[in-house]
């Protein structure tokens, strides 16, 4: 039986993209600029065989072992199947068992769509032995999820408001020093997707137009920050973009509410810890982790700090990386 894998990481963003333009799939309404998390892996493997006469090909998809509905993936399967088609590849026709596999946990904020939609891409692509420029990997990935098109790519990279594509901005050696720390608080699947809180926020949140028109002054301030590595001032800019999307959050109707009250405590360990001279930049996405914005010098102390603090379950932590395995070598 024909098979291939893939593996990508996901893309923690600095500088969040919450909220969709309408004109076409996940088409973000704000500039995101973000990291891949080189520690944290998912690894898809395709297996495939031909489709029995009659009837179209079929794909069926399980992550970390459990089936799951395919109606979420389907798009994305069909459009790389369509490339197949077109590239004439013998496998086109096949049908597809894919099986997804998360090194952390799975729909607790950690952004495993990011990594599960760009490990699905470059799965497939591999297994049906296209040789697709990383542009239209990463526009495809996105049709699965928007934070996808920038899993495409590892290091610093952005999507850019209105775009179909995302790009890099440096590779993963420009800030050696740079670390993020993941804060587990929680290991339990969210309640609340993304995809649909963004949506909730964009319907019914009054403070929405504001967050989508400040957040373009954030983009050339975490930008310019990376550029210098500069830790104070990007982690500056990364906390108001954080902070402003969950304003954003809380004022809908129904409100969203991802923070949990061990994801507040971490909150203000990080404030007292930068009080003490220490690096320690939170941000926080869709899910009650903390992740931390750090540099490799004060990793151990907010290690120590994180372990004694009581308010978490588990600490991951990451260079920053995330080459996808199709882009290595
Ligand atoms: C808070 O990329 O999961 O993590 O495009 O609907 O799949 P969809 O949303 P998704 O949202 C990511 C939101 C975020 C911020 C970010 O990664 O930029």
Same mark, same amino acid.
């Given at each position: 039986?024909?098979?291939?894998?893939?593996?990508?990481?996901?893309?923690?963003?600095?500088?969040?993209?919450?909220?969709?333009?309408?004109?076409?799939?996940? !088409?973000?309404?704000?500039?995101?600029? &973000?990291?891949?998390?080189?520690?944290?892996?998912?690894?898809?493997?395709?297996?495939?065989?031909?489709?029995?006469?009659?009837?179209?090909? +079929?794909?069926?998809?399980?992550?970390?072992?459990?089936?799951?509905?395919?109606?979420?993936?389907?798009?994305?399967?069909?459009?790389?199947?369509?490339?197949?088609?077109?590239?004439?590849?013998?496998?086109?026709?096949?049908?597809?068992? !894919?099986?997804?596999?998360?090194?952390?946990?799975?729909? &607790?904020?950690?952004?495993?769509?990011?990594?599960?939609?760009? +490990?699905?891409?470059?799965?497939?692509?591999?297994?049906?032995?296209?040789?697709?420029?990383?542009?239209?990997?990463?526009?495809?990935?996105?049709?699965?999820? =928007?934070? +996808?098109?920038?899993?495409?790519?590892?290091?610093?990279?952005?999507?850019?408001?209105?775009?179909?594509?995302?790009?890099?901005?440096?590779?993963?050696?420009?800030?050696?020093?740079?670390?993020?720390?993941?804060?587990?608080?929680?290991? &339990?699947?969210?309640?609340?997707?993304?995809?649909?809180?963004?949506?909730?926020?964009?319907?019914?949140?009054?403070?929405?137009?504001?967050?989508?028109?400040?957040?373009?002054?954030?983009?050339?301030?975490?930008?310019?920050?990376?550029?210098?590595?500069? !830790?104070?001032?990007?982690?500056?800019?990364?906390?108001?973009?954080?902070?402003?999307?969950?304003?954003?959050?809380?004022?809908?109707?129904?409100?969203?509410?991802?923070?949990?009250?061990?994801?507040?405590?971490?909150?203000?360990?990080?404030?007292?810890?930068?009080?003490? =001279?220490?690096?320690?930049?939170?941000?926080?996405?869709? =899910?009650?982790?903390?992740?931390?914005?750090?540099?490799?010098?004060?990793?151990?102390?907010?290690?120590?700090?994180?372990?004694?603090?009581?308010?978490?379950?588990?600490?991951?932590?990451?260079?920053?990386? =995330?080459?996808?395995?199709?882009?290595?070598?």
């Amino acid at each position: 039986m024909p098979s291939a894998r893939a593996s990508a990481s996901p893309s923690l963003a600095l500088i969040k993209y919450w909220g969709k333009q309408p004109g076409g799939v996940n !088409i973000p309404a704000t500039t995101s600029v &973000a990291v891949g998390l080189h520690a944290l892996r998912t690894t898809t493997e395709v297996e495939g065989e031909p489709s029995p006469a009659g009837r179209s090909p +079929a794909a069926r998809l399980s992550i970390d072992g459990v089936e799951q509905l395919i109606t979420p993936f389907e798009a994305v399967i069909a459009a790389v199947r369509e490339h197949a088609e077109r590239a004439g590849s013998r496998y086109s026709a096949y049908d597809l068992t !894919i099986d997804s596999r998360n090194s952390f946990p799975t729909a &607790a904020g950690i952004a495993s769509s990011s990594s599960g939609f760009a +490990a699905l891409v470059g799965s497939l692509a591999t297994f049906f032995e296209l040789d697709l420029p990383d542009q239209e990997m990463s526009a495809l990935a996105r049709t699965g999820s =928007g934070s +996808a098109a920038r899993s495409v790519f590892g290091g610093f990279t952005r999507l850019d408001a209105g775009s179909r594509k995302a790009s890099r901005i440096h590779p993963a050696d420009h800030w050696p020093q740079l670390r993020v720390l993941v804060a587990i608080t929680d290991r &339990a699947p969210k309640a609340v997707g993304s995809r649909e809180a963004m949506e909730r926020t964009r319907r019914s949140s009054p403070y929405y137009d504001a967050w989508v028109s400040d957040s373009v002054s954030l983009v050339d301030e975490a930008i310019a920050a990376i550029g210098e590595r500069d !830790i104070e001032r990007l982690g500056t800019a990364m906390r108001a973009s954080y902070l402003r999307m969950t304003g954003s959050m809380l004022a809908a109707d129904p409100p969203v509410i991802y923070w949990i009250p061990q994801s507040v405590a971490i909150i203000r360990l990080c404030e007292e810890l930068r009080a003490s =001279g220490i690096h320690a930049w939170e941000t926080m996405d869709a =899910g009650p982790q903390v992740k931390i914005l750090t540099t490799t010098d004060d990793t151990p102390a907010i290690r120590a700090a994180l372990e004694s603090s009581g308010a978490v379950v588990g600490v991951l932590e990451s260079e920053i990386g =995330g080459e996808p395995s199709w882009r290595v070598g």
